[in-house]
């Protein structure tokens, strides 16, 4: 009987489970590095030993103790004021709510946001305690607090308590004033409403210190009535120490409003100052300066909060562009918005500017008479590396720029052609366009484009880019300004780009055929087998196959775990160099020819010398990795040899371990090799894994840090059974080269595999 386990496990999630999961991962490493430095800077001090020697002894004193390493950390920061870092024993229950809470704490201290701190410090440190939510205030107490973080509460029930004023109610006052924690067990007494989830829960209200002074505050609500004894009380004092560094270090700047008006009123230019909600709800004028009052006729305006009775026509306009410079952080534009019902009511407004002002505030800027620079501006963002012309139509003639010259072939002595006479320079077909750019500019008052047909002196034809600008005093059009581009290289070229176009088409087509018979042939030789297989010996076994990421869609790893008429058990897992159909047949190559040489009987060794000299006559200068094994269900022994491969790990009474293979070279690499041979015995319980590089290798990493994680996982997972321990392993592994990844696991029946 043949086993071939391929693509199996749970379903892939969406992307947004996947991002929220590698999110929760990246978090949890950096929280368990941030704990680790913090160990290794304390024992340097204190042990007048270099960073790297301490690390080492940090390892090593979770080595002699047996435990994990974090929680060796954890001690050792926790007894940070000591001489010497005492370290619990394995079995001291007395050291693990401490460990737990400094876990919780470095997990808040490297979190991103104050939302994200309070979640860590409630799942990790005071939910253990029985609670069940936390809230965090920032601000001063003569300033009012505002809420920064919560952790455990719904959406409305946070919308509700998002600001405590200077005078607010029992017991926050007491709180404050004192700066003295205060302990609820059976709710507040005096009546006083409060969060939590009802008037009886306990609660703990902390008022949180930096440098002696108050930064912010802090409730911790329970389920119901709770007895918050003292080691209850100096957990959470100690947990929401660590909130009061989060608040203090993510401190916010608080806008100068009077300074932003003060600004304003100095420009000679019409300008606004709004209050801007980025959520909901319409932006309130706060100021407007004396030219925007006379922009808009209006000497009560001053005293107006409505912008839609300020600007009844641009008020949408100017909404929207506010909450996106609020929301953004970055200035908005629009060429033109009117501003009244009609034109002769109020002027409209010209190249408006929204900029963001600090939380909550946006400042509108605006001009009542076209700025020919700033309409040149936006001409010229329409089209890079052009000519400029400006007309007037009062009067002041037209103004080229010296690029303009050489586009319509004169020069710099003739008199340049304004756009409205352009026409007689145009091909006869081109008419109809000029017609509808100069109606755009002239009677909607907006900017137009349109590509036009020059002919030259010499009679040859210039295609021409025009983007034009109208210049406006009031509602009234004094001119044009634009730019000219030259396009006849880009129309010239545009069907070469569309031959182009059609031959890339024809080798995706044909690479995306080669892909899809690769895929099919990998599925074929690979197929998936789910669940567990039972062989002699009470041998249980598991595969898994992860194809290789999007970019390379296939690649060249495979496994085999087959029964021999010999009463052995073949096991083999191999990777061939790169990827696509090449690296697919040198698979299929090289796993049927194990196959066939394992019915020789012949040792892992020979059959492995044999691979080498098929990979060398039929490769084409490929080379591959491999593990074949043969596992002895009598003898409950399993020899293997090794070309090149990554080791084997060992997961026995709940504990990884490594095994090295002989350092012997690939297979294709030199011809004529001799395979050494290594035997392990495997226990009852003992679980098994052969895999290949995708499962740990990273770009920016050597394979050691992937290994150790891999070993760190497995015994994580030990105690699960086998098809789901591979699951695990898979859903949690490393790797981030995109390449394939095949894993074999093994598990000898008769005693748990869990510690």
């Known amino acids: ?20 999961a590698e999110n929760r991962r990246l978090r949890a490493r950096s929280a368990h590095r941030h704990l680790l430095d913090l160990a290794t800077g304390i024992l340097s001090a204190q042990l007048r030993l270099s960073l790297r020697d301490a690390a080492e002894h940090l390892q090593g004193l979770a080595e002699a103790t047996g435990l994990p390493v974090a929680d060796v950390a954890a001690d050792i920061v926790n007894a940070a004021p000591g001489d010497v870092p005492p370290v619990a024993a394995p079995d001291d229950e007395a050291a693990v709510p401490a460990r737990r809470e400094r876990r919780a704490a470095a997990a808040a201290e490297t979190a991103d946001t104050v939302g994200q701190a309070a979640q860590a410090l409630l799942e990790g440190g005071l939910a253990p305690l029985g609670a069940d939510s936390l809230w965090l205030w920032r601000g001063a107490p003569s300033e009012g607090l505002r ?16 600001w405590l004023s200077p005078s607010v109610g029992e017991p926050f006052r007491t709180v404050l004033a004192e700066a003295l924690p205060t302990w609820l067990e059976q709710g507040p007494t005096g009546g006083e409403v409060l969060p939590g989830p009802s008037p009886d829960a306990a609660r703990a209200l902390v008022p949180l210190r930096r440098h002696r002074t108050t930064v912010g505050l802090a409730l911790v609500c329970w389920p119901g009535p709770t007895e918050l004894g003292a080691p209850v009380r100096r957990a959470v004092d ?10 203090d270090g993510t401190e916010s700047p608080r806008p100068a409003v009077p300074v932003l008006a003060d600004v304003l009123d100095a420009l000679v230019h019409p300008a606004m100052l709004l209050r801007t909600p980025v959520r909901s709800g319409d932006p309130v004028v706060e100021h407007l300066n004396e030219a925007a009052v006379a922009a808009l006729d209006g000497p009560e305006l001053p005293d107006i909060r409505s912008l839609p009775l300020a600007l009844p026509r641009a008020h949408k306009d100017i909404s929207r562009l506010a909450r996106r410079a609020a929301a953004s952080g970055r200035v908005q534009r629009a060429a033109r918005l009117p501003a009244a019902a009609r034109p002769d009511e109020a002027p409209p407004l010209l190249d408006v500017r929204v900029l963001p002002g600090g939380e909550d505030r946006t400042v509108v800027l605006w001009h009542t008479a076209g700025d020919p620079r700033l309409a040149l501006e ?70 137009a484009h349109a590509v036009l047909r020059v002919m030259l ?5 210039r295609h021409l880019r025009v983007a034009a600008q109208p210049l406006l005093d009031g509602a009234d059009v004094t001119g044009f300004a634009g730019v000219y581009q030259d396009v006849s290289d880009t129309l010239r070229t545009e069907a070469a780009l569309t031959a182009t176009f059609d031959h890339l088409t024809l080798v995706r087509n044909q690479a995306e055929m ?7 042939l990998q599925q074929a030789i690979v197929p998936e087998v789910p669940g567990v ?5 009470d041998l249980e076994v598991a595969a898994r196959y992860r194809p290789a990421g999007e970019e390379y869609q296939v690649g060249g790893d495979w496994y085999d775990v087959l029964p021999l008429p010999s009463g052995r058990i073949l096991v083999a897992v191999g990777d061939i160099a790169g ?25 892992p060794s020979r059959l492995m010398g044999w691979l080498n000299e098929v990979t060398l006559r039929t490769g084409s200068g490929t080379t591959a990795t491999a593990v074949s094994a043969l596992y002895d269900p009598e003898e409950q022994t399993l020899l293997w040899s090794s070309a090149g491969h990554l080791p084997l790990l060992l997961v026995r009474d709940g504990r990884a371990r490594l095994i090295d293979p002989p350092q012997d070279v690939l297979l294709g690499a030199v011809p004529s090799c001799t395979y050494e041979e290594r035997r392990n015995v495997l226990r009852p319980g003992d679980t098994l894994l052969l895999f290949t590089d995708g499962l740990v290798e990273r770009r920016h990493d050597g394979l050691g840090s992937g290994l150790i994680e891999l070993a760190e996982e497995a015994e994580r997972l030990a105690g699960l059974p086998l098809d789901r321990m591979l699951d695990g392993l898979l859903g949690a592994a490393t790797g981030d080269t995109d390449d394939d990844t095949s894993i074999v696991a093994l598990r000898l029946g008769g005693a748990s595999s869990g510690s």
Request: aromatic fraction near 4%.
């Open 579 to 603: 990827h696509g159909i090449d690296s697919v047949t040198g698979m299929v190559a090289l796993r049927n020819a194990g196959r066939a040489l394992a019915f020789t009987g012949h040792s």
């Open 378 to 447: 936006r001409a010229v963002a329409q089209l890079q590396g052009v000519a400029t012309f400006q007309d007037s139509l009062t009067g002041g003639g037209t103004v080229w720029s010296d690029q303009a010259y050489a586009l319509f072939g004169q020069g710099r002595d003739e008199t340049p052609v304004p756009l409205l006479g352009l026409r007689s320079r145009l091909h006869q077909g081109d008419g109809e366009a000029l017609t509808e750019l100069l109606r755009t500019l002239t009677e909607r008052k907006t900017g």
């Open 514 to 520: 080669r892909r899809q018979l690769a895929l099919q």
């Open 533 to 537: 297989q039972e062989l002699p010996g």
């Open 457 to 461: 002196p010499g009679g040859s034809v």
């Open 147 to 162: 809420l920064a973080g919560h952790a455990g509460v719904g959406a409305l029930e946070a919308a509700a308590w998002q």
């Open 238 to 247: 100690g947990l929401l120490d660590v909130a009061a560094t989060v608040l």
């Open 1 to 20: 009987m043949t086993s071939s386990a391929g693509p199996s496990g749970p379903r892939t999630p969406s992307a947004y489970a996947d991002l929220l």
